[in-house]
């Protein structure tokens, strides 16, 4: 489930006949099968992007295509093999049991009982999901309402899966074990993973390659190899905020 | 002292920035009262010649100024509590070198001054360009002013009172929807508390709520003895006395029990 | 199907969750239903003190608001509470979630809950529709039953439509509780005005209710033809469901046409 983005773009009318250019003409492909990490400083248009490529937002100019499928022809279609996960947003219904979103997302995406088992198993080993599976998001902790946000996105296997700001806020713990499982479901489903960060830690660990957009241009796309090669040091913090550095320059 | 008043202008400041729209406001008063009128109107045309405690005319003189009366009697202390509370700010208010009852008093002030602004006069010019016919009894104005002050003490008393049990109870809201409703048909504002039955009116004698609306209403339309007038006025200084004294009892119990919900 | 087996699925687990806070639940239930008795008997004590209005008596007014309601309540069984939150979904971002899914938003909403809190203005209607129609003498042949039923089904649509159109307007202001408020408040809004024949209103009220915002034709219209009332246009009683299915796909149009500008600027 590759994703190829061509000259994407989105403009947003503000009052006073005002325009912001939120996405400048952006190109990049994502192959299938890997762990992309996806930064920019704030008010980049990395979320703006991102709502383009779920679905959610409607671009203004260019095309995105996923495996082959448009929004506009094949939305459900898109839909059944995406997931999504907002650090700060749930995705699960708030005041019921998780193991209940869970059941109700099999039922919603038609996921067939022998997967819905393999999967909980695969949760309940890696996540330990069974730890809380019966109690609703607003008892849960931060870490644990991550990992069924990660359960309930999963349930159905999509083909990608977004993650935005998965780690935010949680305990150094908790964040190995969600890194190791996104790693392990990359790895053994070869899901593409498009992760959206603002640390660098994870990205370091998760990504092979990495996109960075500024003031809604495509700044890089590479592996982090190259990128510090290219810069000459492997801290890679410090890469990033030079990048950012420079792009405010520019528009001092 | 200084303090109150910034208060109160912190009251008007609010009403200004959260009210999103002063015009659906105004124009729904107009709507309900459009509806009253049409209403009571059709009511008194229907049935020629009953003998009922008000007559056509004084009805609605009444629906008009309990309308009117609404813009400003509105008193929005117990969900300012109840959310103080639920956020847990409730701890800052009371930490404040200011006596909280006297505090949220300042800002409601401030509240009812704007309202009475924006949309009490301009109703008051609206009803008196649209309806011909005198609405108030001149002479028991005077009397009528000094009424819906001491009516305006007790609905801030009694809202004051629910807020405070907020600080035990936690959730009020189920109760406040309660009241209301009860207080919307007692008090007056909504039906003429005369044309109640029998049974309902003695019950109704006994509970603040008619001297909210009914006696500062009644005072302004309805010609009256200056005695019955100071009998009535009588009647909302007893209450403001009682539920002043429930109100520093309860302000003393919510004290002691305060629980302050955490994040 | 499958959407039935969702929805199962999502009212057991709904309920489940409120049922967690029990108290609460019949607290509100408990308030609710105080609240709406409160209005009965304000219903009651005014016509204590008269007999009829606009040539209806008190029993064929309270048959005719009871109807409505009735319908209303049902209606907002499904669509109350996700048009309501509306403003608020978009607000924190949430509803970005509702789009990310292979159903429809609306659906989704829809599908996810129950708005239990209108059972007791529906068993209150309950009773006194009943009570009323012991009062009345309505010769209930089939053909009236038909009448009666087909135009409570209209009614149901109707408010659905008004409802969603409310939600929907969320696309576009997100601070619009005021002017909602004032099309659709049971005690202070243009709704209020369908508890009583409508012809006690003027002329260019009684346009707005027939026109506009058609509330006319879920209690008024119906009842009034069902009751043997003179009516100015006696075609309007048969109306109901024409209103309905325009006032359905208006509603469906105008919410396509609000997602699609959301999909395009976004909040």
Redesign the interface.
Same mark, same amino acid.
């Given at each position: 489930m590759s994703i190829e983005v061509e000259k994407l773009s989105k403009v @947003?009318?503000l009052k006073k006949s005002q325009k912001k250019v939120a996405v400048d003409d952006i190109s990049f492909t994502i192959p299938s099968g890997e762990i992309i990490g996806f930064i920019g400083p704030n008010g980049a248009g990395k979320s703006?992007t991102i709502?383009m490529l779920?679905?959610?937002?409607?671009p203004?100019g260019g095309t995105i295509s996923i495996d082959g499928m448009n929004f506009k022809k094949n939305r459900?279609q898109i839909? @059944?093999k995406?997931g999504?996960v907002?650090g700060q947003?749930s995705?699960l219904?708030?005041?019921?049991?998780v193991l209940?979103?869970l059941?109700?997302f099999k039922?919603? @995406?038609?996921v067939s009982d022998s997967v819905y088992e393999e999967n909980m198993r695969l949760f309940r080993d890696v996540l330990g999901i069974d730890e809380f599976i019966n109690q609703?998001p607003r008892l849960l902790s931060l870490g644990q309402r991550m990992k069924a946000d990660l359960a309930a996105s999963l349930i159905y296997n999509p083909d990608i899966l977004f993650l935005d700001e998965p780690t935010i806020g949680i305990d150094v713990l908790s964040k190995e074990r969600i890194r190791d499982f996104i790693q392990k479901i990359n790895r053994e489903r070869h899901t593409t993973i498009i992760l959206t960060t603002h640390d660098v830690s994870d990205i370091e660990t998760l990504c092979e390659k990495m996109i960075i957009i500024d003031k809604g241009s495509l700044i890089y796309d590479g592996t982090l190899g190259d990128l510090k090669d290219k810069y000459k040091t492997t801290d890679l913090e410090e890469i990033i905020k030079n990048i950012y550095r420079n792009g405010e320059m520019k528009y001092a | 002292m200084r303090k109150y008043i910034d208060y109160m202008k912190i009251g008007i400041k609010e009403h200004m920035v959260y009210s999103s729209s002063i015009w659906a406001t105004f124009l729904s008063k107009i709507v309900y009262l459009y509806m009253q009128f049409a209403l009571w109107n059709a009511l008194f045309a229907s049935n020629a010649e009953k003998n009922l405690a008000l007559n056509h005319e004084e009805t609605i003189r009444y629906i008009i100024v309990a309308t009117v009366l609404s813009t400003i009697m509105e008193c929005n202390v117990i969900g300012w509590i109840n959310s103080e509370i639920q956020t847990g700010n409730i701890a800052n208010q009371l930490i404040r070198p200011m006596d909280f009852r006297t505090m949220i008093f300042s800002k409601h002030f401030g509240t009812t001054l704007i309202k009475t602004v924006l949309y009490c006069i301009p109703l008051c010019v609206v009803t008196g360009v649209a309806f011909h016919k005198p609405i108030v009894c001149d002479g028991q104005l005077g009397f009528g002013f000094v009424s819906i002050i001491l009516a305006f003490i007790i609905q801030f008393l009694y809202s004051l009172i629910i807020g405070l049990m907020a600080f035990w109870l936690i959730v009020t809201w189920p109760l406040n929807m309660l009241l209301a409703a009860i207080y919307k048909l007692l008090s007056g504002s909504w039906i003429p508390v005369a044309m109640f039955p029998d049974l309902l009116g003695k019950i109704n004698a006994f509970l603040p709520f008619r001297a909210i609306y009914s006696i500062p209403v009644t005072i302004i339309t309805t010609p009256m003895s200056q005695e019955n007038i100071l009998r009535n006025l009588i009647v909302q200084i007893v209450w403001i006395v009682i539920l002043y004294i429930v109100m520093t009892v309860t302000w003393r119990i919510g004290k002691k029990k305060l629980i302050v919900q955490g994040g | 199907m499958?959407l039935i087996?969702?929805y199962k699925?999502?009212v057991v687990?709904?309920m489940?969750?409120?049922l967690?806070y029990h108290f609460a639940l019949v607290f509100e239930l408990i308030a609710n239903t105080i609240q709406i008795g409160v209005y009965f008997a304000g219903f009651m004590v005014i016509f204590h003190n008269f007999e009829s209005i606009a040539g209806w008596s008190e029993y064929e007014v309270l048959f005719m608001f009871t109807t409505s309601w009735l319908a209303y309540s049902f209606s907002c069984f499904f669509f109350w509470s996700p048009m309501k939150d509306m403003g608020e979904l978009i607000r924190?971002?949430?509803f970005?979630?509702y789009?990310?899914?292979?159903?429809s938003p609306l659906m989704y909403m829809v599908l996810?809950q129950f708005q239990y809190t209108f059972i007791p203005r529906l068993v209150l209607s309950i009773i006194f529709w009943a009570y009323s129609m012991n009062k009345l003498s309505i010769d209930w042949n089939p053909r009236n039953i038909a009448f009666y039923s087909i135009n409570m089904l209209s009614a149901f649509v109707i408010f659905s439509a008004i409802t969603i159109f409310t939600g929907t307007i969320s696309f576009w202001t997100v601070k619009s509780e005021e002017i909602v408020s004032l099309l659709t408040n049971n005690n202070h809004g243009l709704k209020n005005y369908t508890d009583y024949p409508i012809t006690i209103y003027s002329k260019g009220v009684q346009f707005i209710l027939i026109a506009i915002i058609p509330y006319a034709f879920t209690g008024y219209y119906p009842v009034a033809s069902l009751l043997g009332k003179e009516l100015t246009f006696p075609i309007f009683a048969f109306l109901s469901p024409i209103i309905a299915l325009i006032a359905a796909v208006g509603a469906y149009l105008f919410w396509h046409y609000g997602l699609?500008h959301y999909?395009?600027?976004?909040s």
């Open positions: @947003y009318k703006t709502k779920t679905g959610i937002l409607v203004d459900k839909m @059944y995406i999504v907002f947003k995705v219904c708030w005041d019921i049991p209940d979103t059941k109700l039922d919603m @995406y038609k609703p | - | 499958n087996k969702m699925h999502f687990i709904y489940k969750g409120k967690a924190s971002g949430k970005d979630l789009l990310t899914r292979p159903i996810s699609r999909g395009s600027a976004g």
